[in-house]
C-alpha cells in the first residue's frame, strides 16, 4: 500500500465536530439531545446581507476575480479596520480568503519554516497547533489560568521567546474561554515582538463580540506594516458561517505571496458571498449590538447555572459566546465528564483537553442556543450527578 506524506500524519482535526457525529449517532437512535459543542450562531444571516448576496448571483456576479479579492470590499474592509482598529491599512495590505482558517494556514505558511518556534495559547484554537505541526515547526504553549481570567500573560512569553522564535498567536476573544486581553497586555505582546524580531498574527474572529470589554488589537501598533497579521471574518458577527468569507491585514510582502498562495489553492473566494460582505460591512450594524444583549442575557443564565451544579465552577466570559467551567470538583477528567454528560444527561459539550493539555478540568459550552435550551441542559446535568 502507498504511504502518504510525513506532513498528512502530523495534521489534525478538531473535537468540536467529532463530538457533534457522536451527537447525531444517539439523536438517530432516538436520543434527545441539546448541543453545547459546536461554536456557530444561534440566528441566520441578515436578511440585507443575505439580499445582497442573491442580488449578486441575479447580476451573473458568479465568475472568477483577483485572488486578494474585489476591490470594493477591500475598500470598504479599509474603513472598517480604520474603524475598529484606529489606523487606515493601504488596499494591498487587504487579503480577502474563503473563511478564517485559510488565513491562519496560508499565513503560517508564508512566515514559518520547519524548525521554527510558534508561541500560542493553551487551551487555544487547535488549528494553531496542528498547522504548525504540519509544517515542522515546534508548538510553544503559553498556558492560560483561571486565576488570570484565562488571558495570555506577556511575562509568559518573555520566558518561553527564544532565537528560533519566528511567530506569536493571540486570540482575543478567545476560543474556548471567552476571555479578552487588555490594551496594556495587548500592547506589551507587540512590543515584544519587536524587540525580538518576530511576527505576530491576532485572530480577531469575535472582534465585536465583547459584553463588559472593548477589544484591543496588537496590530495598531504598526498598522500590519512590518510584523502584524490581523486575521477577522464574516462567520460570527454577522452569522455567516457558511459563507466562508474571512480577510487578512498584511505587510505588504507578505500580501504578494498570499495572492500566489490562494491561486493555487483556491483562485478566489467565491464573488457573491464578497457582495455579500461590503453589505454586511456598509449596512446598517444595530443587530450586532441587539445580538450581544441577548448573548450576556444567556452567557448569565448558563454562567449562574454552572455554578449553582455541585462540583462546577465558572468565571463569566468577558467575550465570544463560549463558557469554561472548571469540573475538578466532580473528581471526574473533562474527558470522562464529557463522556457522562452525552451519555447520561443528553448534553454535548466539549472537554478542555481537546484545546489543549492544559485544559484538563474544564469543558467548552457553546451557549449560542436558546434559553430554554440552557435551562434543560442545566436541569439535565444537575439530575445526572444526583
Not at 84 to 97: L, S
Not at 235 to 255: D, E, F, H, I, N
Not at 263 to 270: F, G, Q, R, Y
Request: glycine share 8%; aromatic share 10%.
Amino acid at each position: 500500500m502507498v504511504e502518504l506524506s510525513d506532513g498528512a500524519g502530523r495534521i489534525y482535526g478538531e473535537a468540536a465536530f467529532e463530538v457533534l457525529a457522536k451527537a447525531q449517532a444517539l439523536e438517530r437512535q432516538g436520543r434527545e439531545i441539546l448541543h453545547f459543542e459546536i461554536g456557530e450562531p444561534d440566528i441566520e444571516t441578515p436578511d440585507n446581507i443575505a439580499q445582497a448576496g442573491i442580488r449578486a448571483i441575479q447580476k451573473k456576479k458568479t465568475h472568477y476575480v483577483p485572488s486578494v479579492g474585489v476591490l470594493e470590499l477591500r475598500q470598504a474592509l479599509q474603513d472598517e479596520v480604520e474603524r475598529t482598529r484606529g489606523y487606515r491599512p493601504d488596499v494591498e495590505q487587504i487579503v480577502i480568503i474563503p473563511g478564517l482558517k485559510p488565513g491562519i494556514f496560508f499565513g503560517m505558511l508564508g512566515i514559518v519554516d520547519p524548525g521554527d518556534e510558534v508561541i500560542y495559547q493553551d487551551p487555544g484554537y487547535p488549528a494553531y497547533g496542528s498547522i504548525v505541526s504540519f509544517i515542522g515547526a515546534k508548538g510553544v504553549c503559553i498556558p492560560l489560568l483561571e486565576e488570570n481570567e484565562f488571558r495570555m500573560n506577556p511575562a509568559d512569553i518573555e520566558e518561553r521567546i527564544t532565537e528560533k522564535t519566528k511567530l506569536i498567536v493571540v486570540n482575543s476573544p478567545q476560543n474556548p474561554t471567552g476571555s479578552v486581553m487588555t490594551r496594556k497586555e495587548m500592547d506589551e505582546i507587540a512590543e515584544i515582538a519587536e524587540e525580538r524580531d518576530v511576527w505576530v498574527m491576532s485572530d480577531e474572529i469575535y472582534s465585536k463580540m465583547t459584553y463588559e470589554d472593548d477589544h484591543f488589537s496588537p496590530t495598531a501598533r504598526d498598522g500590519c506594516a512590518e510584523r502584524t497579521v490581523l486575521l477577522d471574518g464574516f462567520s460570527k458577527y454577522y452569522a455567516m458561517t457558511g459563507w466562508r468569507l474571512g480577510y487578512m491585514v498584511v505587510p505588504k510582502p507578505l500580501a504578494a505571496r498570499l495572492q500566489d498562495f490562494l491561486v493555487s489553492a483556491v483562485s478566489c473566494t467565491a464573488t457573491f458571498t464578497q457582495w455579500a460582505g461590503v453589505e454586511a460591512l456598509t449596512g446598517d450594524q444595530a443587530f450586532i449590538s441587539e445580538m450581544m444583549v441577548r448573548y450576556k442575557e444567556k452567557r448569565d443564565r448558563v454562567v449562574e447555572g454552572l455554578n449553582s451544579i455541585p462540583g462546577f465552577s465558572c468565571l463569566a466570559p468577558k467575550g465570544a459566546y463560549y463558557a469554561f467551567p472548571n469540573i475538578k470538583g466532580t473528581g471526574m477528567t473533562s474527558q470522562e465528564v464529557a463522556d457522562h454528560l452525552l451519555n447520561n444527561a443528553g448534553v454535548a459539550v466539549l472537554p478542555g483537553t481537546s484545546f489543549g493539555p492544559y485544559g484538563e478540568g474544564y469543558l467548552r459550552f457553546s451557549y449560542a442556543t436558546s434559553l430554554e435550551n440552557i435551562d434543560a441542559a442545566i436541569e439535565s446535568i444537575r439530575r445526572s450527578f444526583e
